[in-house]
């Protein structure tokens, strides 16, 4: 697969301007602005993060041994938004003490009980949204060119 600036740009920003706005229906406050930027902000930083330096570099490796398809990508996708949810925990776990101090309990007795918190099943859900955007956007822009070059030759 081609390299795609406007996947790039266009696709990682809708799942946490979404998980922002449906976080803030929830809350039913006057003044959104500033709590909506306080949740889409460090979304938008985990989601562009993640694209750029876990997705982006894996989707390249992977074309290089093998055909990409848009279910192929939507799987890589899934998959390392599971695999960004362990940093994320990692870095609550050292804040988990008493005055966000050191640790209290071990890791995997936080990991555990932060895995069965339903909100988990957002982070693959992220991957898979982002990934396939990303692809969508990447074949989109290159089919129109395509046809573009096909009605100039005829």
């Given at each position: 697969m081609r390299f795609s600036w406007t996947g790039?740009?266009?696709?990682?920003?809708?799942?946490?301007?979404?998980?922002?706005a449906l976080m803030l229906g929830s809350l039913q406050t006057n003044g959104a602005v500033?709590?909506?930027?306080?949740?889409?902000?460090?979304?938008?930083?985990?989601?562009?993060g993640t694209t750029i330096f876990l997705f982006l570099p894996s989707l390249f490796l992977l074309s290089l041994s093998r055909p990409m398809t848009g279910l192929k990508a939507c799987l890589l996708g899934a998959i390392l938004g599971a695999a960004a949810f362990l940093p994320l925990t990692l870095m609550m776990w050292k804040g988990s003490g008493q005055d966000?101090?050191?640790?209290?309990?071990?890791?995997?007795?936080?990991?555990?009980?932060?895995?069965?918190?339903?909100?988990?099943?957002?982070?693959?859900?992220?991957?898979?949204v982002t990934a396939g955007l990303y692809w969508w956007l990447g074949t989109w822009r290159n089919h129109s060119r395509l046809r573009d070059l096909r009605a100039d030759s005829s």
């Open positions: 790039l740009v266009l696709a990682p920003l809708p799942v946490p301007l979404l998980f922002s500033l709590p909506f930027l306080i949740l889409a902000v460090p979304g938008c930083i985990v989601s562009y966000s101090g050191p640790p209290t309990e071990s890791f995997l007795v936080f990991f555990l009980r932060w895995v069965a918190d339903p909100t988990t099943v957002i982070f693959p859900l992220a991957g898979l």
